[in-house]
């Protein structure tokens, strides 16, 4: 019924088009202006008023979507770096809603002001070589101020991860994710793509010495003011691991290991304060598109303090735990025994 | 002139004109008229429509096929946005002619991956690459440079028909086994390379992947020929500092292709290779459908190197002729020349230049070394001076203008906007510490789809109202013309504005719903503002195809100069003819832009006007 609907809507659209052309021309026909599609001094004025009334209109609607939908932006960064990026954010917003409003407002102003007229006559301004030295000089000035401020915030965001900080691995496949604490050696143990299976996801070498302590959980639970390197991995397609509200993102790439290193400095506790929202949670995304369930793909994300931390961790089972259980049961996983 | 007339052996050169037509590299041969006349016996249905070597055929060939693609490309997108404006609501409709794809009216995600894809593939390719600079490249090489026709009209012949199989291919792999690619426009491997992890990735990737060769072999025929053409075929008095810039920019645009394309077919190439014959270029150490794969030693990361390395290039490849046309428009309808001409010349060179060493600034979460990283964000920004200077020098050929607001000029000062609001965005995205937050989210979307996609849409619009005259002899309705752009206008906005803020609210791209994350659930209400305007867009296109059409066959007659040009185009008779010009071909003596010239008699001087008969105008030294 519907369907039949929607068809006969659309064909009725384009008879409508077809009678309103026939309009214009009889309408044209009655002017005596057929046979010539030639812009007159109406056509002019009529755009020339819509450009303006678009350019106001367009500030209107853009003022009104902002204020209306930045509540929707991302809360206050939850990592240390992304304080930083944040504010060198506002600044280039700054810098590009200035350039935005001159531009276009000149661009829609002329269009407008200047109209065609015969009796008017356009001046003959075919370069000034002073006009463009300014307009090529300012806007390298400006934007090799933003690269230098760029790259003092990339390189301090890419240096390498202090060495006490604690090692999480975030093991990505379709379509889920899984952390792999390093435990209380804060090591991993080496996995293999090759030892994967049901008691064994992750494909971790259980003769590696750093296997035992390892812990795999399906949540990913970060210590609030400590430095975490987390370190990526995929075993079939490309993820992307993507802590919006932590200013992180990076890929997990098969046959390559990856890493972006930050330091949580809200608790979930604290930004359900600061969203005023007690249902709030952090979340992890998968941002490179992956199958299917991509967009199912992703895992809750608790920051805590770091004594809660280490008791949700105590409370876990160990790699070394996990393995005795399925030999023992020959249990066909052991995230069903979490 | 017949097909059975080409056939020297290359297929090169002017000397398939058999019979001694005439020679496009030399223009002053003589006795074109009764060899036109009786050219008209040879044709046929066949010569003259389908095998047609004549460039301005070719170009009309071009333009109706991506107009066929962009529809298709159009009607995805509806049925995509409605999913996301109104996620899981039934569209009953949608079944009758999607069936499983879209059971009970509600579009299965896999395929709306696919959705995604094609639609980014037949827009990219298709529509602003094959389309626009197939059309206008066509059209305007020959008639702006005063040559007979291309430097080979049967390679040009050639570059249609793969462009052609191209569209085939892409239209046919709808319909195949497991749907179309499915893996994004960029079809970045493994998932493209393994049909175990997206059913599209069997044979739709395939046919994407051939499908991509042709396409590439139809970009390189093509380009060959547009660059040879503006380098050996220009009139006398044509020269390089004289050139309209529509075809400085069809040329640069010519030569990045040339440059680019070939990557991207050693890129396809391998790719086929990994899915076919068991090689490891981009894949390694997989687990995938229960067991491991054998493949060793591949990186994906590989590909997405090769991939991009054409990929930032063709967006300039896109971007470019787009703005080789408004600045044509904007001069002519401004009725004032274009400022800054050297500088515009200048910084085509300069972005096409630069455009080759920025491609890592889509790449900057992908694990790369963070130094190479700090290189792509300096060039990256680079980029931005020689764009801003473009916006600068068309804001001021418009200031203390006489502007007659055409479709075609609404539609360039449309181009300019946009080419403002997204360039803008770009110097945020090109910033790699920011764009660690925002790569992959609707941020991105809005950014390429208002500076590229918009803006070439508009670029591309805006030559067919310009030069639809010069195209089918006839004018397009204004009104219709007038409708269809502020319909356009206020849609881009309406749909593209609010994706930044669902950007910076942390939503990836992609993403058939918004379910995953509670804090997205309240953002519906965007993607239906969206989805709305997203439709009216697509309802105002069918207004231009209406138009289109209409004018094709029943539009008024256009006198010789409508629009009071001053380039060559307009001095050859409005009925198409081999060869352009019945007699003689006209000697250029001018720049193309003496538009308003102080005590000129008129408000422009065609270039084919000589010093001589403008002596109340000139200046010191032009005589
Ligand atoms: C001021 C100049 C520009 C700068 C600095 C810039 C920068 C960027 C950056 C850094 C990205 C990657 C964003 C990401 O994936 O996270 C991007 C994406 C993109 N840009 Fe630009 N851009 C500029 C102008 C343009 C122009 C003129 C076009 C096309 C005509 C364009 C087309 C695109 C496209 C198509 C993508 C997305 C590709 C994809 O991932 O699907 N950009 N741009
Ligand atoms: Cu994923
Ligand atoms: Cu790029």
Redesign the interface.
């Given at each position: 019924?519907?369907?039949t609907l929607?068809?006969v809507v659309l064909i009725l659209?384009?008879i409508a088009?077809?009678r309103?052309?026939r309009i214009?021309e009889l309408l044209d026909e009655l002017r005596g202006e057929?046979?010539?599609?030639?812009?007159n001094r109406s056509?002019?004025r009529?755009?020339?008023f819509?450009?303006l009334v678009?350019l106001i209109a367009?500030i209107v609607?853009?003022l009104y979507?902002?204020l209306k939908?930045?509540r929707?932006?991302?809360p206050v960064s939850a990592s240390e770096h992304?304080v930083?990026?944040d504010n060198?954010?506002y600044v280039?917003?700054l810098?590009?809603i200035i350039?935005?409003f001159i531009?276009?407002v000149?661009?829609?102003y002329?269009?407008y002001r200047?109209?065609?007229?015969k009796e008017?006559?356009?001046?003959?301004?075919?370069?000034?070589h002073k006009?463009?030295i300014i307009?090529?000089a300012i806007?390298?000035i400006v934007?090799?101020a933003?690269?230098v401020y760029?790259?003092v915030?990339?390189?301090k965001?890419?240096s390498p991860a202090p060495k006490d900080a604690v090692i999480i691995e975030l093991y990505a496949?379709?379509f889920d994710w899984t952390a792999r604490y390093a435990g209380s050696d804060n090591n991993l143990g080496k996995t293999d793509?090759?030892m994967?299976e049901s008691s064994n996801p992750l494909?971790i070498d259980a003769s590696d010495v750093h296997s035992g302590d390892d812990i795999i959980a399906k949540e990913l639970h970060l210590p609030v003011n400590t430095p975490v390197l987390l370190v990526m991995h995929s075993?079939?397609?490309?993820h992307?691991a993507?802590l919006?509200?932590f200013?992180?993102?990076?890929?997990c790439?098969?046959?390559?290991?990856?890493?972006f290193h930050l330091t949580p400095t809200i608790t979930t506790e604290e930004m359900r304060k600061i969203t005023k929202n007690n249902?709030?949670?952090y979340?992890l995304?998968?941002?490179?598109?992956?199958?299917?369930?991509?967009?199912?793909?992703?895992m809750k994300v608790v920051c805590e303090t770091k004594e809660e931390y280490q008791k949700w961790l105590g409370g876990q089972k160990t790699f070394a735990d996990n393995m005795k259980v399925s030999d023992e049961k020959t249990s066909n996983s052991i995230l069903v025994s979490k | 002139m017949s097909i059975q007339n080409s056939n020297t052996p290359t297929g090169l050169a002017s000397e398939h004109y058999a019979g001694d037509v005439y020679h496009t590299a030399e223009w002053h041969h003589h006795g074109h008229h009764d060899s036109d006349t009786d050219d008209a016996h040879h044709q046929n249905f066949w010569t003259k429509y389908v095998f047609s070597q004549d460039h301005k055929m070719i170009s009309k060939q071009f333009l109706i096929t991506a107009i066929v693609m962009a529809v298709v490309a159009m009607a995805m997108s509806t049925i995509f946005r409605l999913q996301l404006g109104w996620p899981g609501h039934k569209f009953p409709f949608l079944e009758s002619f999607m069936g499983h794809w879209a059971k009970d009216g509600v579009l299965d995600p896999g395929f709306y991956l696919a959705l995604v894809t094609m639609h980014g593939t037949i827009l990219v390719f298709s529509v602003l690459t094959g389309g626009l600079s197939g059309t206008f490249s066509n059209l305007l090489i020959p008639l702006q440079c005063g040559a007979r026709d291309m430097a080979s009209g049967f390679l040009n012949m050639l570059s249609y028909w793969f462009f052609l199989g191209f569209n085939l291919m892409m239209l046919i792999s709808l319909f195949v086994e497991g749907g179309p690619a499915s893996a994004g426009w960029t079809v970045y491997p493994p998932l493209s390379a393994l049909p175990e992890a997206i059913s599209g990735s069997g044979l739709g990737m395939t046919l994407w992947l051939v499908g991509m060769a042709l396409f590439i072999v139809s970009a390189l025929l093509g380009g060959i020929n547009y660059v040879c053409t503006v380098i050996n075929l220009r009139t006398k008095g044509l020269t390089m500092s004289r050139l309209p810039l529509t075809i400085w920019a069809f040329m640069i645009t010519a030569i990045l292709g040339i440059l680019s394309f070939p990557v991207l077919f050693a890129a396809a190439l391998l790719l086929i290779f990994d899915r076919s014959l068991g090689t490891s270029f981009y894949l390694s150490d997989i687990f995938i459908g229960g067991h491991p794969l054998a493949h060793s030693g591949g990186s994906p990361i590989l590909y997405q190197h090769l991939f991009w390395f054409l990929g930032h290039p063709e967006v300039y490849i896109i971007i470019i002729p787009a703005l080789g046309i408004t600045s044509e428009i904007i001069a002519t309808q401004s009725r004032k020349p274009i400022f800054g001409y050297k500088a515009m010349v200048g910084s085509i060179l300069g972005i096409a230049f630069l455009s080759f060493i920025v491609w890592g600034h889509h790449m900057f979460v992908t694990g790369m070394n963070p130094f190479l990283g700090s290189v792509f964000v300096l060039t990256t920004l680079i980029v931005a001076i020689p764009s801003a200077v473009k916006v600068f020098n068309y804001i001021a050929t418009m200031w203390r203008a006489n502007i007659v607001l055409s479709p075609g000029m609404l539609f360039a000062i449309g181009l300019v906007s946009f080419f403002i609001t997204g360039g803008l965005t770009g110097i945020i995205l090109g910033n790699s510490a920011l764009d660690i937050n925002i790569h992959d989210t609707y941020f991105v979307v809005a950014h390429f789809h208002i500076v590229m996609g918009s803006a070439a849409i508009f670029g591309m619009l805006g030559g067919v109202y310009h030069w639809f005259p010069r195209l089918y002899g006839r004018m397009m309705n204004k009104k219709l013309g007038y409708i269809h752009f502020w319909l356009s206008f206020v849609s881009v906005y309406g749909v593209f504005f609010p994706m930044h803020f669902l950007g910076l609210a942390g939503v990836p791209r992609r993403y058939y719903a918004d379910s995953a994350y509670e804090g997205f659930h309240e953002l519906v209400n965007v993607n239906s503002l969206i989805s709305v305007f997203a439709i009216i867009g697509a309802l105002a296109q069918l207004i231009f195809i209406y138009n289109f059409f209409y004018s094709v066959f029943r539009g008024p007659k256009t006198v010789q100069n409508p629009w009071k040009s001053n380039t060559l185009e307009w001095t050859a008779p409005v009925e198409h003819m081999h060869g352009n010009w019945p007699g003689d071909i006209p000697v250029v003596h001018r720049w193309a832009y003496d538009y308003s010239k102080p005590n000129a008699e008129d408000d422009y001087i065609p270039q084919t006007v000589p010093f001589s008969k403008t002596k109340s105008s000139n200046f010191p030294g032009e005589d």
């Open positions: 019924m519907i369907t929607v068809y659209a384009i088009i077809a309103t052309v214009f057929r046979d010539t599609q030639e812009i056509d002019n009529f755009n020339g819509m450009l678009f367009t609607y853009f979507v902002t939908y930045k929707f932006i991302l992304g930083g990026i060198m954010l280039n917003f810098i590009i350039v935005f531009t276009q000149l661009l829609f002329f269009g200047y109209q065609y007229k008017n006559k356009a001046l003959f301004f075919p370069d000034s006009v463009e307009w090529t806007p390298a934007l090799i933003l690269v760029g790259l915030q990339w390189n965001i890419m496949k379709q793509f090759k994967i494909g075993r079939d397609v490309i992307s993507y919006p509200h200013r992180t993102q990076m890929n790439v098969p046959g390559m290991t990856t890493q249902q709030f949670d979340v995304l998968c941002n490179k598109i992956c199958g299917v369930a991509h967009f199912n793909m992703s | -």
